[in-house]
């Protein structure tokens, strides 16, 4: 690896931008190479900024993963719409993703002018993904009207499935960042807490097979995770799920408690493999009535005002 302080080596910050659902999340992952972020065929499953880290020879590039920028339709949504505003003007580079086999449409028209008043400031690469989702024709034809919707720095199509172009994908956004030290040790993949991975990794598994009002209505909070005393083979995690009604809770649960048992079981494989150590897993159901529009129960559940 070259000198950290020599003139080749590169570091800074990258951030994805895009609809809801364009793929940001799964793109992130399989750049960093492991799983940081959670993933869901549900619109609006990402609801923080997640740090993930590359790391290689000649840069280390830490790439953001925001919220999908949407029409906020209550107080979390406004306050998520805050953070990837905000999030927009601290980074080096901006992705703005935009799905291969998906027609351009008014959401990604209204991100492109808002990415336009930033791309003097900051370079924007489009990228054009999932394209192991769409014939080559469908490609070129997106990328053709990519290339109409803006001034971009560069224009990348890739596919966070099959890996296709995920390198070039790298070295362009690599390109746009500034020379400097490594930020984070090396081997570090992301900075976010491991109660805070497990909270999510816990939310992903409750978002699969639910029905479409669901998942917007559920928030995870790990209130307790550590060695249990006298164990060192054995973490206890002790989790709380909050819906809005008890209607929810009901779905939640399942038919004779089936689907909290099958989330529990998906969430605790995973949280094994994240902390490498069995896992005795707690989950409680709470009711926190309409509380993705109560400021306190927001500040609460960990989504603050910015």
């Known amino acids: 690896m070259p000198a950290a302080d020599g003139p080749a080596f590169r570091s800074g910050f990258a951030c994805f931008a ?83 086999a998906e027609r351009i449409g008014p959401g990604d028209q209204y991100l492109a002018g808002e990415l336009a008043s930033l791309s003097g400031k900051t370079p924007v690469v489009a990228i054009v993904t999932k394209t192991d989702q769409a014939s080559r024709a469908q490609i070129a034809s997106q990328l053709a009207a990519v290339g109409k919707l803006g001034d971009w720095a560069d224009v990348v199509p890739v ?48 978002l699969e097979g639910v029905r479409d009002e669901l998942p917007h209505s559920i928030a995870v909070v790990v209130e307790e995770m550590g060695p249990r ?40 494989a995973q949280i094994e493999a994240l902390l490498g150590s069995r896992v005795y897993l707690d989950l409680r159901i709470k009711i926190a009535k309409d509380w993705q529009r109560d400021p306190r129960q927001l500040r609460r559940l960990g989504f603050y005002d910015r």
């Open 18 to 100: 895009g609809r809801p659902n364009v793929g940001k999340s799964t793109l992130m992952n399989a750049l960093v190479g492991a799983k940081i972020a959670i993933t869901s065929s549900r619109p609006q499953t990402t609801r923080r900024a997640i740090r993930g880290i590359v790391h290689r020879p000649d840069a280390q590039l830490i790439i953001v993963d925001t919220p999908g920028l949407h029409r906020p339709r209550t107080l979390l949504g406004e306050r998520l719409d805050s953070l990837v505003r905000s999030t927009l003007t601290e980074v080096d580079v901006i992705g703005f993703c935009l799905p291969a």
């Open 159 to 206: 596919s966070a499935i099959t890996g296709y172009q995920l390198d070039v994908l790298a070295d362009v956004l690599v390109s746009h960042l500034p020379a400097g030290r490594p930020l984070y040790p090396e081997g570090e993949l992301t900075d976010e807490p491991e109660q805070q991975l497990a909270a999510e990794l816990i939310r992903e598994a409750i």
């Open 229 to 268: 005393p006298g164990r060192d083979d054995l973490i206890d995690v002790h989790a709380v799920m909050y819906v809005e009604r008890p209607s929810q809770k009901a779905i939640v649960i399942g038919a004779h408690g089936a689907r909290l048992k099958e989330v529990g079981s998906t969430a605790r």
